[in-house]
């Protein structure tokens, strides 16, 4: 999208690191992933600028909820994704879809 070429680099930056780190400590029996969020209901975000428009850009057509970020932390933390490490879960109900 144009205009984002700083929050999008800023976002790979941190994919690669997630990579990069879980490779370094992989062997020590540490994983590490990360998780990229789209638009979530929370105060800051009932001010945003043109929700509406933000949130079609979805596949779901809706902002997600806390407790779905907070659900996907506690997978990527369980026995359920013991085998996840490196990864970069997108918990954005198809918000990236074009990324």
Not at 27 to 56: M, Q, V, W
Not at 76 to 85: I, M, N, P, V
Request: with cysteine; net charge negative.
């Amino acid at each position: 999208m144009p205009g984002l070429t700083p929050y999008t680099t800023s976002k790979f930056a941190l994919r690669g690191l997630m990579a990069s780190l879980a490779q370094e400590v992989g062997p020590l029996g540490i994983r590490c992933n990360s998780i990229c969020p789209g638009p979530i209901n929370t105060p800051l975000y009932d001010d945003f600028p043109d929700k509406g428009a933000h949130e079609a850009r979805s596949n779901l057509k809706r902002a997600g909820e806390a407790e779905e970020i907070a659900n996907s932390v506690v997978y990527l933390c369980s026995e359920a994704g013991a085998f996840c490490s490196g990864t970069t879960l997108k918990v954005d109900g198809g918000w990236s879809k074009w990324c």
